[in-house]
């Protein structure tokens, strides 16, 4: 069995991106920025916000951390993504999710301009995402590519199922690997039988959230579990969505909680953003 270690290569490919950082600097003298808004005060956004802020240090790309009341109003923000959408110093603009109620996500990520949509949450990135055009692509769906490239694992003609159907794994998740042709099912909470799906994968992507819900006897001998779950168990105990322990002899590779895809996506994050940067250097010296 292989680990699929995320936090070897997420500081593998932050070397990459303060090589990359260092390129744009020094050759193009532009510095890549990255501007992440936090609305209220949950503390699980504000762990990851502070993470992103101090990647983004290390790499050597400008940040900014908006953080904005649980009281603010839709607008408010809207004017907010306005401004960063006009300010050239910002390469990039994400918005951390959930939003308060009263906020229509929907609307406030509609207002990034697409190109600096390094979430690539944006319909317009979404759909040229699906259509297997260049876009950003939203970090985790992206990191977990990138893992399956660097451990060898082949996607053509591979049985994936992919548990949790969210807009921000679930769903890129499964346009990714269609595009890389793979046979992708896609599972939610009202799947019937949803071992009868998993003991005929190759693969399973899990990301719902449910701690340690994928089991070993869930499995075929040999299979790829890809585990984006993060769960706090009353004990403090982080684990995943799958049950490492029970799972991990089936599989010839297995993510561990934590250190497996979560180190992925941050890393990920900063590729969109020098990206984003080298794409606005490349428009403006036309
Ligand atoms: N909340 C949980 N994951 C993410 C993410 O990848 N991006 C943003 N903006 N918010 C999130």
Not at 22 to 34: M, N
Not at 79 to 95: C, F, R, S
Not at 213 to 226: C, F, Q, T, W
Request: charged fraction near 25%; aromatic fraction near 4%.
């Amino acid at each position: 069995m292989t680990l699929l270690d995320g936090k070897e290569l997420s500081a593998k490919i932050k070397e990459e991106v303060k090589v990359e950082v260092s390129a744009l600097v020094d050759e193009k003298h532009i510095t890549p920025g990255l501007a992440v808004i936090l609305v209220g005060s949950d503390a699980a956004s504000a762990t990851y916000v502070a993470s992103k802020a101090k990647a983004c240090k290390n790499a050597g790309i400008y940040s900014v951390v908006h953080e904005m009341p649980d009281s603010i109003t839709q607008e408010e923000l809207l004017e907010t993504i306005a401004m960063m959408n006009k300010n050239p110093k910002l390469d990039g603009i994400l918005v951390q999710l959930p939003l308060p109620k009263h906020i229509d996500t929907t609307v406030v990520l509609e207002a990034i301009d697409p190109l600096k949509d390094v979430d690539g949450f944006h319909p317009y990135n979404v759909g040229r995402m699906v259509s297997n055009l260049d876009s950003f692509l939203p970090a985790t769906p992206f990191g977990v590519m990138r893992m399956f490239q660097e451990y060898g694992i082949e996607l053509s003609g591979k049985n994936v199922v992919v548990i949790g159907s969210s807009d921000i794994v679930g769903k890129p998740m499964a346009s990714l690997l269609t595009n890389a042709k793979a046979t992708v099912t896609v599972c939610n909470s009202r799947t019937k039988d949803l071992a009868a799906h998993t003991k005929a994968a190759d693969i399973v992507v899990i990301a719902v959230g449910v701690p340690l819900m994928l089991k070993g006897d869930m499995l075929k001998d040999g299979a790829v579990v890809i585990d984006v779950g993060i769960n706090r168990l009353d004990t403090g105990k982080l684990v995943g969505d799958a049950d490492f322990e029970d799972c991990k002899d089936k599989c010839t590779h297995i993510t561990p909680v934590p250190g497996g895809v979560g180190p992925m996506t941050i890393a990920m994050l900063l590729k969109n953003t020098v990206k984003a940067a080298t794409l606005r250097e490349k428009r403006e010296s036309k």
